[in-house]
């Protein structure tokens, strides 16, 4: 009987100390459950006389510590391992510790600038009358911004742009270069393309020296130009409707005011009724109405800078402020203009 004892607790150690972690609850089964090895060796006992009984007894109780023992400091081994793995690599544990009713993890969203979204809009708004997108230099010469848009030589009006101007040697027909001032310096430029009628839309950077609320010294403007056979001030209108009703809604609308520039006869100056006292007067607007920018039929010297007969065309532009008529839809939610560039993402977000 000791001898079979022995046996058994031989080949129970042999098998625990090579065991896998799912091999171990099949030893215990097979050694001390309740038809194991060991369990039905010890049914064998009573039988015994009562010599050997207490001795074999003792040692049979001693053999089943001991295989209980191993067999629970594997189990805490295999235990232990497997946590560690859950930590670093995959496994069936790591799924079972995945609480898939927990909130995801909310990426940051990004958006587009105010600005860009103000000029996709405008874009398209334009787009769906005919008029393409164009885009001209804005490191220019002198001749476009002012030279060729019939501004004469050191005439006054100039001041009225305070233009940033490029130190360098100026060219001898062009002129000085500077920064554009005004998205009308490309209005010579598409003329100059050669290509009869003109629908253009100039969407630019353009500088000036000056910075209030309602001022920054890079701002954009978007430049409309219409020029072909029997084009006159309705066209403008009509077009000036459009756009007014498309971008800041049917309940607005607009006046066009007599004004002065060099480069369009006659001039007119567009006011737009204010969306925040819908045309009754507030702070925002004084008495109603808020500028939006120049107009006008093309002067016939610009046309002929252009390389085109006034006699047999006409044309009519417009250029007005992307930050100006952002600031009139978005009323006084944007009540510094200077915000826009100032990278305040707390502005900038709630847009
Ligand atoms: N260029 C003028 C400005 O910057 C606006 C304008 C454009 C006026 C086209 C008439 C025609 O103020």
Known sequence: MQEILIQIKNEAMSLIVGAEERDIEQIYIDFLGKKGKLTLAM??????????????????????????????????????????????????????????????????LGSLHLVTQAIEEITSIFEKIGFSRVRYPEVEFDWYAFGALNFPNNHPARDDWETFFIEQQPDPKMGPVLLTPHTSSGQVREMLKGKLPIKMLNIAKCYRRQSDVSHTQMFHQFEGLVVGEGINISHLKGVLEFFVKSYFGENRTFRIRPYHFQFTEPSFEIDVTCGVCDGVGCRLCKEGWLEMGGSGMVHPNVLKAGKIDPEKYTGFAFGWGVERVLMMKEGISIDDLRLLYSNDLDFLEQF
Request: charged share 40%; proline share 6%; aromatic share 4%.
């Open 43 to 108: 049914r064998d006992i009573p039988k015994l006389n009562i010599e050997e009984r207490a001795e074999i007894g003792r040692l049979a109780n001693e053999i089943k510590d001991i295989l209980e023992d191993q067999i629970n400091d594997k189990r805490k081994e295999f235990k232990k391992t497997s946590k560690t793995s859950n930590h670093n690599s995959s496994g069936k544990q790591r799924f079972e510790d995945l609480d898939v009713t927990l909130p995801g993890i909310k990426p940051p």
